[in-house]
């Protein structure tokens, strides 16, 4: 039986505890979210005592089940000051989950400040221990000590010194299968809520770990099956297929075409140097390059898609791992920057400072509209990212994300809802999209309703990017991504093939079904989608949220984005259609 | 008849308008507010072309109605994202009363950024002049190009490098009657929404002007004798009485008497440097020094209270007009800092900078906590005040407020409500002080509804300060400010006298009467104040405030406030009955 590890950083006590009724059901998202609204006062400051930080895994996470290493990490966020989630792949997650552990709630807050602690986890239990020799570096750095420590098969959940500086872009990082400081649970400033609980790393050793037990062997095989199937067949996701050999960042050259590619803090939504950090370009690279660079590099181990990517220096040497289209956009065409070699340097920053690299990218963006930066110039960029490392008072700011730049410099133009920087796909040229960013409880992500699928993809039907119609739509997705992929354990990449092929979503609940004895359907799991997203607006609503903060920046509605021209023209009543009670 | 001016700032045009039929009877506050709620979008951008900043006289403002020489300064605040109004005394306001106009409002917003204007008002209309060269220096050195220019008996309403740089503390500055720039609609950064429109100053010049109207001669002059008689008989306002020979600041001994006194970051109700802060101190040292020191001042031509001083070097010459309780205590005690000679140079500063002293000094309290520098550190003070002034990134975050320098920093300890930093009365000690901070529509505003009077000072009453029944309180407060004092043009100082001795309020409706040619009652100015307290709230409501909005900090619910040792603990329900409909 799996069991919740509650750690308390005000006594520094760890208890194992049983999983209560109410989330037996519940993993990932769904997990982290229900326990936030059901611990978390709404009101409470992000950073101070009575927020939490919990740390669950996906439904399958830990078993056989395909591209299912993944890690939800939920709380208050600083970023928006309402409920998040943010999720990684990397090594950690089935670690976690073998251990048994389903969630890990760490609450209260040490009285002394910037004292840090480590979280060891093991098979036979949980303790603190003093962290302080590992705070400060880089997580470069920070890292081979770790696992010099713990041994090289360590999961590691950890934060770098933007954490340790309670940024408000300051990601969760998860190692990756080569143990680099690479994969993060980004969004949303969940590393400075870590930070302000004064725990450095979560240290996970899943030997002789119980693992993870399945109710239903043959449903979950079925599933499994099924899923695998689809996702081998469907052209996005297939070996040999878009993501597997030109990255996340096949995208580029297709959203640029589309005239979406947000370019100049959302000035333009098509950049004259799209294809020079496309995913085309990334594939040549390597194979040009050679020595260690690759593409087709999967983040978490049972991933069958390999959407990732090591990107070489001109030497062959490693410069960074990963080159994701949301980075390479935000760090690149947003900040009118056309270079891999300098979007990579910046991701390796990002990574080592432990921050998120879509809000670092869009507070770059809104760093240079106040006059900071000129627009593509790269070296100063790169300035500006190790202003944020060494904590700064510019750094600060920056580090404190897009909104809290804006309003620094009294910037009018940020691209940002709910206080969260917007991803990679110009909500005024893809409206769906734009619904999603204003309605999502967790302010501008697109994760979490990834309507590119139909606006754009032609996946799941096809749909007019630019028609206004777009509530229904949204809250569709809404609850599909809640439960089918960000509380299964699934990454969201599967959604391609489970949407174009109704036996791929029938896999994910079949797999889920079998883990958790249950007889569900694929609309029991859309279901209880819903329900993870009603409760996450409640708090949202509980924290002072009211329907006008479901809306898109102001200047997004009087500002006309070429080449389409086009402004934000969904009417506020189909913005208001998605949480209608 | 007086007229509205109208200064569209993106075509660079004048337009004298008629007063529409339901503007007629308001003035100051009242009419602001009511311009805003009726023209500006509440979720627009505050800095953005939709927001709009208007200038309006109190009722009885430029008559001879004594201490009425009162601007309201109203608009969308970049500071709290609701609706805002400061108000000044100084020379301006009866300046622009005399010259028949009722309010100036600005919109727009000019397409070339970096430039600004003047607008030059007399008798013979409005035009708008380049004011490039009067542009990033000091106020000290500007004013005196400015007086220079257009002759010394101009009224000038600016801003400094603060609202040049778009910084959410910046105040509107109004000059005093020997025309330094020393008197601020200092709160919620009505300066920067004037920089965002490229509007440097406002030159007035009354000579030939109309005057103001007065319909029934009888009644106002009766009530003028009647509020005359009030004040001249109240301990408080009397000539010779506290606020006349001690000042504002012959609060600080009181206050920290009480246990109230905000020191070191609202982490201490009592401040061991208090009498060296003190209106008494302020007094001895204007004496000692000698030279152009002194206290009695008017900042405003026709105040009988004349509660303002000069405040001298120790060589006799002039430091700084003037040493406010607000500001000494925010500079002085909630920095840990006990000289009035820091203060003094740190008030300059503001001055000089044009900021509001009381956000600044919040925000330094703040910067404090975070580290920058000790408390009691005046020399670090004054370079970080320095910081704004020269728009460095650290001066940016502080030239931001106390939230977004907490924010930037990760300080939890902030304490504000909607954004803005709390004045010089400790919530936890003085409840009722506490509701207004938390209801108020302007966020934490000691002078929405002063409710020290019967709290503190005996007036109008006696009431415990530790009581936590304060909504009908609040709410009574809150009421009779918004018309009787903010609206009639009034300073918020007749209060003392009009509250205590009832033929002091009735003389203020009674010059009300005479100057609209009304029949109104004291009954009848404050339903008005209702409804326009009601009207701002309800902008507020539909810029996205809730009733979460209306709480204080957590950090004051769970952390004891010495002397004392008490926690904020009016529940919430009593916090939601001063605006229940």
Same mark, same amino acid.
């Given at each position: 039986?799996?069991?919740?590890?509650?750690?308390?950083?005000?006594?520094?006590?760890?208890?194992?505890?049983?999983?209560?009724?109410?989330?037996?059901?519940?993993?990932?998202?769904?997990?982290?979210?229900?326990?936030?609204?059901?611990?978390?006062?709404?009101?409470?400051?992000?950073?101070?005592?009575?927020?939490?930080?919990?740390?669950?895994?996906?439904?399958?996470?830990?078993?056989?089940?395909?591209?299912?290493? *993944?890690?939800?990490?939920?709380?208050?966020?600083?970023?928006?000051?309402?409920?998040?989630?943010?999720?990684?792949?990397?090594?950690?997650?089935?670690?976690?989950?073998?251990?048994? #552990?389903?969630? #890990?709630?760490?609450?209260?807050?040490?009285?002394?400040?910037?004292?840090?602690?480590?979280?060891?986890?093991?098979?036979?239990?949980?303790?603190?221990?003093?962290?302080? =020799?590992?705070?400060?570096?880089?997580?470069?750095?920070?890292?081979?000590?770790?696992?010099?420590?713990?041994?090289?098969?360590?999961?590691?959940?950890?934060?770098?010194?933007?954490?340790?500086?309670?940024?408000?872009?300051?990601?969760?990082?998860?190692?990756?299968?080569?143990?680099?400081?690479? *994969?993060?649970?980004?969004?949303?400033?969940?590393?400075?809520?870590?930070?302000?609980?004064?725990?450095?790393?979560?240290?996970?050793? /899943?030997?002789?770990?119980?693992?993870?037990?399945?109710?239903?062997?043959?449903?979950?095989?079925?599933?499994?099956?099924?899923?695998?199937?689809?996702?081998?067949?469907?052209?996005?996701?297939?070996?040999?297929?878009?993501?597997?050999?030109?990255?996340?960042?096949?995208?580029?050259?297709?959203?640029?075409?589309? $005239?979406?590619?947000?370019?100049?803090?959302?000035?333009?939504?098509?950049?004259?140097?799209?294809?020079?950090?496309? &995913?085309?370009?990334?594939?040549?690279?390597?194979?040009?390059?050679? &020595?260690?660079?690759?593409?087709?590099?999967?983040?978490?181990?049972?991933?069958?898609?390999?959407?990732?990517?090591?990107?070489?220096?001109?030497?062959?040497?490693?410069?960074?791992?990963?080159?994701?289209? =949301?980075?390479?956009?935000?760090?690149?065409?947003?900040?009118?920057?056309?270079?891999?070699?300098?979007?990579?340097?910046?991701?390796?920053?990002?990574?080592?400072?432990?921050?998120?690299?879509?809000?670092?990218?869009?507070?770059?963006?809104?760093?240079?509209?106040?006059?900071?930066?000129?627009?593509? /110039?790269?070296?100063?960029?790169? =300035?500006?990212?190790?202003?944020?490392?060494?904590?700064?008072?510019?750094?600060?700011?920056?580090?404190?994300?897009?909104?809290?730049?804006?309003?620094?410099?009294?910037?009018?133009?940020?691209?940002?809802?709910?206080?969260?920087?917007?991803?990679?796909?110009?909500?005024?040229?893809?409206?769906?999209?734009?619904?999603?960013?204003?309605?999502?409880?967790?302010?501008?992500?697109?994760?979490?309703?990834?309507?590119?699928?139909?606006?754009?993809?032609?996946?799941?039907?096809?749909?007019?990017?630019?028609?206004?119609? %777009?509530?229904?739509?949204?809250?569709?997705?809404?609850?599909?991504?809640?439960?089918?992929?960000?509380?299964?354990?699934?990454?969201?990449?599967?959604?391609?093939?489970?949407?174009?092929?109704?036996? &791929?979503?029938? $896999?994910?609940?079949?797999?889920? !079904?079998?883990?958790?004895?249950?007889?569900?359907?694929?609309?029991?799991?859309?279901?209880?989608?819903?329900?993870?997203?009603?409760?996450?607006?409640?708090?949202?609503?509980?924290?002072?949220?009211?329907?006008?903060?479901?809306?898109?920046?102001?200047?997004?509605?009087?500002?006309?984005?070429?080449?389409? !021209?086009?402004?934000?023209?969904?009417?506020?009543?189909?913005?208001?259609?998605?949480? %209608?009670?």
């Amino acid at each position: 039986m799996s069991k919740i590890l509650r750690v308390n950083m005000t006594n520094l006590t760890t208890k194992f505890e049983d999983v209560p009724e109410k989330y037996k059901f519940l993993g990932g998202r769904g997990l982290t979210s229900a326990i936030t609204c059901d611990e978390v006062p709404p009101t409470c400051h992000p950073l101070g005592p009575n927020n939490k930080v919990t740390f669950a895994t996906g439904i399958v996470t830990g078993t056989t089940a395909p591209t299912s290493g *993944r890690i939800s990490v939920g709380g208050k966020s600083p970023l928006t000051g309402g409920i998040k989630e943010a999720n990684s792949g990397g090594i950690a997650p089935q670690k976690l989950a073998r251990l048994g #552990i389903k969630a #890990i709630i760490v609450e209260g807050q040490p009285k002394e400040k910037g004292k840090f602690w480590l979280l060891k986890v093991d098979k036979n239990g949980a303790q603190l221990l003093p962290a302080n =020799e590992f705070v400060g570096k880089g997580l470069y750095e920070t890292y081979p000590k770790l696992f010099a420590r713990f041994g090289k098969d360590a999961g590691i959940i950890g934060i770098g010194v933007a954490g340790e500086m309670l940024m408000s872009m300051a990601g969760v990082c998860v190692n990756d299968p080569e143990n680099r400081p690479s *994969r993060y649970a980004g969004r949303g400033g969940m590393g400075a809520v870590m930070g302000s609980k004064g725990l450095k790393a979560i240290i996970l050793d /899943d030997k002789g770990g119980p693992g993870v037990t399945i109710a239903n062997k043959e449903a979950f095989e079925t599933g499994r099956k099924k899923l695998i199937a689809a996702l081998q067949k469907h052209a996005i996701t297939k070996p040999g297929g878009a993501l597997n050999t030109t990255g996340t960042a096949t995208l580029v050259n297709v959203i640029n075409e589309a $005239g979406a590619l947000p370019t100049r803090n959302f000035r333009e939504g098509r950049f004259e140097g799209a294809n020079k950090i496309s &995913g085309e370009t990334i594939k040549e690279t390597c194979e040009k390059r050679g &020595g260690v660079g690759m593409v087709g590099h999967a983040c978490s181990p049972g991933c069958i898609i390999k959407c990732s990517n090591v990107y070489p220096k001109p030497d062959g040497t490693e410069l960074v791992s990963c080159q994701e289209y =949301e980075s390479v956009w935000s760090l690149g065409a947003n900040c009118g920057i056309d270079s891999l070699d300098v979007t990579g340097e910046l991701i390796r920053l990002c990574n080592d400072y432990g921050v998120d690299t879509i809000e670092a990218g869009v507070a770059l963006g809104v760093a240079m509209e106040a006059g900071l930066a000129k627009f593509g /110039d790269g070296k100063r960029a790169i =300035e500006l990212m190790h202003e944020i490392g060494k904590g700064t008072p510019l750094g600060h700011i920056l580090g404190s994300g897009a909104t809290i730049t804006a309003d620094t410099f009294g910037v009018v133009r940020c691209p940002a809802t709910k206080g969260q920087g917007m991803p990679a796909y110009e909500p005024r040229a893809i409206r769906g999209m734009g619904v999603i960013y204003a309605t999502s409880p967790m302010g501008a992500d697109h994760t979490s309703g990834y309507t590119i699928a139909p606006e754009i993809l032609g996946v799941s039907g096809e749909i007019d990017k630019f028609s206004l119609e %777009k509530g229904d739509l949204a809250r569709n997705f809404l609850n599909t991504t809640a439960y089918c992929f960000d509380s299964s354990g699934h990454c969201l990449f599967i959604s391609f093939a489970c949407l174009d092929d109704r036996s &791929g979503l029938e $896999g994910v609940v079949e797999e889920c !079904n079998g883990v958790l004895g249950t007889k569900w359907t694929v609309d029991d799991m859309i279901r209880m989608g819903k329900e993870i997203v009603d409760r996450e607006w409640a708090f949202n609503e509980a924290a002072g949220f009211t329907k006008s903060h479901d809306r898109l920046p102001e200047f997004m509605k009087y500002e006309k984005l070429p080449p389409h !021209n086009v402004t934000f023209d969904v009417p506020d009543k189909e913005l208001d259609k998605v949480h %209608k009670r």
